[in-house]
């Protein structure tokens, strides 16, 4: 099965918005299409995703999550940040940076917003 990556890492300009709202539409249709689909939020996003502001961003993340596609977190950014368990808690994962490797790996396509 082919592979999608949706990259979330940037937070201005609507990115996060974008990135959630273009993950939910792929997901809708991914299965159908013979595609898997997974997230992966790097960087200044994960700030974002613990951000009482950004609740929406969460939110719609988390849906995904309850829907069994795989969103994953920077390991080392977030327990940094103390908020592994809290991001766990919601169904995320967490994966260190070199999941870029394994995607690569995988002939997976990447999209970065």
Do not use: N, W
């Amino acid at each position: 099965m082919k592979k999608l990556v949706i990259h979330i890492f940037h937070v201005h300009e609507g990115s996060t918005e974008i990135g959630a709202k273009l993950s939910e539409r792929i997901r809708l249709v991914a299965a159908e299409r013979g595609v898997g689909l997974e997230l992966f939020i790097f960087g200044p996003a994960i700030a974002a995703l613990v951000d009482p502001a950004q609740s929406a961003f969460r939110d719609a993340l988390a849906a995904l999550a309850k829907e069994k596609v795989p969103v994953l977190v920077c390991r080392q950014t977030v327990e940094t940040m103390g908020k592994a368990q809290m991001l766990a808690d919601l169904g995320f994962s967490l994966e260190y940076g070199d999941a870029f490797i394994r995607f690569a790996l995988e002939g997976a396509t990447v999209i970065s917003l």
